[in-house]
Nanobody, 121 residues
């Protein structure tokens, strides 16, 4: 089985910083895109940032210039460095990855359990 486990969430004051980490483990042949999503209470889950296996990145407009996504392919990890946090960033943050479990397998989406980020004003 494949597991994605997030860590690094918590409570921070507005203007502060947090770094989220997500570790992939289990039967993994290759990992393609890795992403961070978030879901605030009463809102739909939204894509925050994505990074390809080659390192190309994309960001949701409201986090551009404040958040940085990165990955360590050898460690099968993805990170989200979040600076200048705002109360509007409060949400549960989820890690997502497109994973091929063995040679010849299809590409499947896997999700972590989420980590809470709360930004106080």
């Amino acid at each position: 089985q494949v597991q994605l486990v997030e860590s690094g969430g918590g409570l921070v004051q507005a203007g502060g910083s947090l770094t989220l980490s997500c570790s992939a483990s289990g039967i993994i042949f290759s990992i393609q895109a890795m992403r961070w999503y978030r879901q605030a209470p009463g809102k739909q889950r939204e894509l925050v940032a994505a990074i390809t296996s080659g390192g190309s990145t994309t960001y949701e407009d409201s986090v551009k210039g404040r958040f940085t996504i990165s990955r360590d392919n050898a460690k099968k990890m993805v990170y989200l460095q979040m600076n200048s946090l705002e109360p509007e960033d409060t949400a549960v943050y989820y890690c997502n990855a497109n994973i091929r479990r063995w040679s010849g397998d299809g590409m499947y989406d896997f999700w972590g359990q989420g980590t809470q980020v709360t930004v106080s004003s």
